[in-house]
């Protein structure tokens, strides 16, 4: 049995929440972002219980389709740009790579996730990268031509245009201003 869990962001997040399943008895098969692999809900347990629990920690248990989706996305998404999992091919654009994974048409999964998230894929796969941009501009170990290739920018000026309309500053008053904090991922 699957079940499909929003906010789902990093490993710890996996570990929280494989943690608290096991607290209710579940046993736990795999654990991948936005999804658990369990045997079997105990006698008596109902999915419910289950959503209150994982509620306490800011996660959701996700029983509509549609809304299966869309975590799979972001999930695909943020693996992909936070985390670099570079399963995206050198010239494929993100429109491509999301119907190969997903299996769905490109505008099928643009309506579905501009319809469920209030923004549109475009909007969210920016903020994703924005907010990739201001890790590495605060670790202050890359250059930006760096930053812009490894995020596959077509060139530094388009990121730091993108930065700016985003940010509302330059990447490099980004790097010098210390007020200006990060966003965290379930929150984009």
Aim: with cysteine; aromatic share 6%; charged share 30%.
């Amino acid at each position: 049995m699957t079940l499909t869990i929003r906010n789902m962001v990093c490993d710890r997040c996996k570990r929280v929440v494989r943690e608290e399943l096991e607290k209710l008895a579940i046993v736990v098969l795999d654990v991948e972002l936005g999804a658990v692999i369990i045997d079997s809900l105990p006698a008596g347990l109902t999915l419910d219980e289950v959503r209150l629990t994982l509620q306490k920690d800011g996660f959701d248990l996700i029983d509509d389709r549609k809304q299966v989706v869309v975590e799979q996305m972001k999930v695909i998404l943020i693996n992909e740009i936070q985390h670099l999992k570079g399963e995206r091919l050198p010239a494929e654009n993100y429109s491509a790579f999301l119907e190969r994974k997903v299996g769905y048409e490109y505008s099928h999964l643009s309506h579905l996730f501009s319809t469920s998230e209030g923004q549109t894929l475009e909007k969210y796969i920016i903020a994703l990268k924005i907010e990739k941009v201001k890790e590495w501009l605060r670790y202050n170990e890359l250059t930006l031509s760096e930053i812009a290739w490894r995020l596959s920018y077509s060139s530094v000026q388009h990121l730091s245009t993108q930065f700016r309309q985003v940010m509302g500053q330059t990447p490099s008053q980004f790097r010098k201003d210390n007020r200006v904090g990060r966003r965290s991922l379930d929150t984009i």
